[in-house]
């Protein structure tokens, strides 16, 4: 799913053309047709390790440093920093119209949902702008098809995988990778896996809390 030759459209284009949106939502469906056809991954962390390379720059959006720990245990090259509207903790940004710099890496881990569409739109642009070209935008989001995984209410946008993977071609990125995160003890596990898994589709719910996505700047 490669964004290299429409390049980004602006806010308004995104917010307003049905038509665009929903030809770029089918082609995320050719590839991944539906939340069952989605990899499972047990953490977001294990996602992390495959893209994030060791000495890259890091930026952490809506983060609470308490991934520092757990980079740098791994990664201990890596340049973090973190971004967050939330003066009460510490963090290197309070606003992205205070970054200057590019990364390699942006994370933004249950963010988006708490966003207006129209919101999630400039915000996915502004992250794009940020980012090395071939930089990689790590984004999850509370998965639709959990049967209450949207009752948070500071949610105000729900997405399904095709919606995300149409938002981010339509400003600029290339969908990579797309998974279902579900962590549980191993029997639990084996079970939704293997068993469950069945009783889950008949009934259209998922047992999968949260979809992560992985896209690339599509310029490098």
Same mark, same amino acid.
């Given at each position: ?7 980004? +459209?602006? &806010?308004?284009?995104?917010? &307003? ?25 047990k953490?977001?962390w294990? %996602?992390?390790?495959?893209? %994030?390379?060791?000495?890259?720059? %890091? ?15 791994? +990664?201990?090259?890596? &340049?973090?920093?973190?971004m967050? @509207?939330?003066?009460a903790? *510490?963090?290197d ?5 205070? @970054? ?7 994370f933004l ?31 999850? *989001?509370?998965? @639709? ?8 209410? &500071?949610?105000? *946008? ?17 969908? *990579? +990778? ?18 469950? @898994? ?14 992560? %996505?992985?896209?690339?700047?599509a310029?490098?």
């Amino acid at each position: 799913m490669d964004a290299r030759n429409r390049g980004s +459209r602006s &806010t308004s284009d995104i917010t &307003t053309s049905w038509s665009t949106l929903q030809g770029l939502r089918r082609q995320v469906r050719e590839r991944f047709p539906d939340c069952w056809s989605l990899p499972v991954r047990k953490k977001h962390w294990d %996602v992390i390790f495959d893209e %994030v390379a060791d000495g890259q720059r %890091v930026l952490d959006v809506g983060g609470d440093r308490k991934a520092l720990d757990v980079l740098m245990a791994r +990664r201990p090259g890596l &340049t973090y920093k973190s971004m967050n @509207v939330d003066r009460a903790q *510490t963090h290197d940004y309070y606003s992205l119209d205070d @970054v200057h710099e590019k990364f390699h890496a942006i994370f933004l881990f249950e963010v988006i949902e708490h966003l207006a569409f129209e919101e999630g739109v400039s915000l996915i642009q502004k992250l794009h702008g940020l980012l090395e070209p071939g930089g990689k935008l790590l984004l999850t *989001t509370p998965n @639709v098809c959990h049967p209450h995984r949207f009752f948070d209410p &500071t949610h105000k *946008t729900a997405y399904r995988h095709d919606d995300l993977g149409a938002l981010l071609m339509a400003s600029g990125f290339e969908v *990579t +990778r797309v998974f279902r995160l579900y962590n549980a003890s191993f029997f639990p596990r084996l079970f939704r896996l293997y068993v469950g @898994v069945w009783l889950h589709r008949y009934l259209s719910v998922d047992f999968a809390k949260s979809i992560m %996505v992985v896209a690339r700047r599509a310029d490098g």
